[in-house]
């Protein structure tokens, strides 16, 4: 993973914390992705929400696996500690640490491609276990390490860079969060930080596995066959002195939305998305009503963001499988190893 350090700037006037820390303090090396990509907008949400939460850096751990989104935690949380797993295993990592040491906040970003294909059956374990993690996921429908194919969450209809159609049914996270019984639920934009960050805030209190799924566009391959501005046009009319690939800068998309609008949010391809806030009257506490208002908005073409479910009753895995709420690595020798009279002991109150 490429790390380059964020040169860190103080100047008179920083708004600090609690803890005397400052943005910068929370803040991570500086990022590689895109520049305009919707992961970035992520990451500064993230950071805000520890910010104002007054949480320590080192009190965190950031978990991930492979694709842009994993690349992500090198971004943010410098001091904090870190695993970068392989594909599609990064809720197995997420739940050993979580096991040894209940005290962290455990933070895991993955993607579309790294949680519903190779890392779905991982994931659905997360959710059955409801291991204590906020579990992000920058959805944005392709692979976007691999040039751009397809991936789980692809809308049917959809089309890739060449131009090829999506024709298989896309793997709704939200969808199947509620449906295996997640305690906390939420979606959100990327482009909306007014939103992000206070949910971002609810997940970090909630005790048990939070999900979050944030549509993240990718500014690489929106693009399409027939623009002038494309990757193939660009190649087809210009000559070539030396083969390579360019990413042209682009804005980040923002929006501003109040609670129940719907708006048509321009992505960088020049299609639109339809993102519905749910009403302020909107009941997160009814698993029932939260499928079935997603259900209704999607046949109307609008992706719903906000807290869709919440459950704060449910028991995490630590307290289900009552843990040790005392980190490993702080328990005494003794207590680790209490003897072969005890340990039979206990092999026998377990027959």
Not at 186 to 208: M, N
Request: charged share 20%; with cysteine; net charge negative.
């Amino acid at each position: 993973m490429t790390y380059i350090r964020k040169p860190k700037v103080e100047y008179a006037g920083q708004r600090k914390n609690e803890l005397g820390l400052n943005l910068r303090d929370y803040e991570g090396g500086l990022s590689t992705l895109c520049a305009g990509c919707g992961h970035d907008s992520i990451t500064a949400a993230i950071v805000q929400a520890f910010f104002e939460l007054n949480i320590p850096p080192y009190r965190a751990a950031k978990l991930s696996g492979i694709g842009c989104s994993s690349k992500t935690p090198a971004y943010f949380l410098s001091p904090s500690h870190g695993f970068n797993a392989v594909h599609g295993r990064m809720p197995a990592i997420a739940t050993g640490a979580s096991a040894v040491n209940p005290l962290l906040h455990y933070i895991g970003v993955s993607g579309d491609g790294d949680s519903l294909s190779i890392g779905l059956g991982q994931f659905a374990h997360a959710i059955r276990r409801n291991l204590n993690v906020v579990y992000i996921i920058e959805n944005n429908g392709v692979y976007g390490l691999t040039k751009g194919q397809f991936s789980a969450s692809a809308d049917i209809g959809s089309k890739a860079k060449k131009g090829e159609e999506n024709r298989q049914a896309p793997i709704d996270p939200v969808i199947l969060a509620l449906g295996m019984g997640a305690s906390f639920v939420a979606r959100g934009f990327s482009g909306d930080k007014g939103q992000l960050v206070p949910l971002l805030k609810a997940a970090l209190g909630h005790k048990g596995f939070a999900l979050l799924d944030i549509v993240s566009p990718c500014v690489t391959f929106n693009d399409h066959e027939g623009s002038t501005k494309s990757y193939a046009y660009t190649r087809e009319n210009f000559q070539e002195a030396t083969h390579m690939d360019f990413v042209p800068p682009a804005q980040t998309i923002t929006v501003e939305q109040k609670s129940g609008e719907v708006v048509s949010v321009r992505l960088h391809d020049g299609s639109h998305i339809l993102l519905r806030k749910v009403a302020e009257e909107y009941d997160p506490k009814d698993r029932g009503d939260a499928i079935s208002y997603l259900q209704h908005h999607h046949e109307q073409g609008e992706v719903v963001t906000g807290l869709l479910y919440m459950d704060v009753s449910a028991k995490d895995m630590n307290a289900v499988m009552n843990l040790a709420e005392t980190p490993l690595s702080q328990v005494a020798w003794k207590d680790l190893s209490p003897g072969s009279k005890i340990l039979d002991e206990i092999f026998e109150a377990n027959r």
